[in-house]
């Protein structure tokens, strides 16, 4: 998945139909990369793992604009779940 794709998706999950933000989008896309990989994640173009970026993108975006924004249990569990599955295919 590009990162055009990623962004298409992350307008339509945060409900913003203009191009406006799509700088801040974007940079918010490649924070959640490196985020991301922090965790011990390597990301590949799959659809999985783009939609795991959009929503680490979207929860970026909600952290900043809301107060007290904890990690939604969906993201967190998503991540565990890719760094397990990646660990265990190269461990296992």
Do not use: C, H
């Not at 203009?18 to 011990?40: C, F, N, P, R, V």
Request: no cysteine; net charge negative; hydrophobic share 40%.
């Amino acid at each position: 998945m590009t990162d055009a794709d990623i962004l298409t998706i992350l307008k339509t999950d945060l409900m913003v139909s203009s191009s406006a933000l799509d700088t801040y989008l974007q940079t918010l896309i490649a924070s959640a990369k490196d985020y991301i990989s922090t965790e011990g994640i390597t990301l590949a173009d799959s659809q999985s793992d783009g939609m795991l970026v959009e929503m680490y993108a979207a929860y970026l975006y909600r952290r900043r604009r809301e107060e007290n924004v904890q990690m939604p249990r969906m993201l967190r569990w998503a991540l565990n779940n890719r760094l397990f599955s990646e660990k265990g295919a190269v461990n296992g």
